[in-house]
């Protein structure tokens, strides 16, 4: 089976730089993925990395090492708007089975 | 284009009484998913549907039924709503499905069982 680890919740303040952890046992990996929900919305895609290494989309970047089973989501420069719910996925089959999401708060 | 739809956004039901969770999706996916999103305890796949014609279960299946009524659309349906199914539940679809592929959310429906 999958299961993911990741913290339940993370501060910063705004400018710095916050890294969200995720570790993760399956049995076929398929990638990790990484969503972000604010205020309890849709949840929406940032990103996902099937291969080690470093992905990078502006102001958030995601690693992952497969040897390690982890991963992290990287969010620099942090605003006030990032404040939100981050979650680690991994697929399973032809779905993703979710990690229970990280609250990350950033403060003026 | 809407992405995925889902109607309604909130219902109160008692116990016992049954309700059926609609979505819809414009983008000409193949798969569909339903989750369920509770307190601290993330998002958890109660069915999914990889391709139309085909449903399959996921974490939490009891006390679900589903439908692939169309490409378009995947019918979540409770016959029988218990208290333990309070939860907002999240419609989700992806081009082909698998765990290389975006999922695209609904904006999602609050449910409260009494």
């Known amino acids: 089976g999958q299961s993911l680890e990741q913290p339940s919740e993370v501060t910063a303040v705004e400018g710095a730089i916050v890294q969200i952890n995720c570790t993760y046992q399956?049995?076929?990996?398929?990638?990790l993925s990484w969503y972000q929900q604010h205020d309890g919305g849709a949840p929406t895609f940032l990103s996902y990395n099937a291969l080690d290494g470093l992905e990078e989309t502006g102001r958030f970047s995601s690693f992952l090492s497969r040897s390690d089973s982890y991963g992290y989501l990287l969010l620099q420069e942090l605003q006030m708007k990032d404040s939100a719910s981050y979650f680690c996925a991994v697929g399973r089959g032809a779905a993703l089975i979710f990690g229970k999401g990280t609250t990350l708060s950033v403060s003026s | 284009n809407a992405g995925v739809t889902q109607t309604p956004k909130f219902q109160v039901l008692k116990t016992g009484q049954s309700m059926t969770l609609q979505c819809a999706q414009d983008m000409n996916h193949n798969s569909m998913y339903w989750y369920r999103q509770d307190p601290g305890m993330g998002l958890r796949l109660i069915y999914y549907?990889?391709?139309?014609?085909?449903?399959d279960k996921g974490e939490v299946p009891n006390g679900y039924n589903v439908s692939r009524l169309n490409k378009r659309e995947f019918s979540l349906r409770l016959e029988s709503a218990a208290p333990s199914q309070t939860s907002v539940y999240f419609c989700?679809?992806?081009?082909?499905?698998?765990?290389?592929?975006?999922?695209?959310f609904g904006p999602g429906t609050r449910l409260l069982v009494l």
């Open positions: 549907s990889a391709s139309e014609g085909t449903t």
């Open positions: 989700a679809s992806s081009e082909l499905g698998g765990g290389q592929e975006t999922q695209y």
């Open positions: 399956t049995s076929g990996f398929y990638g």
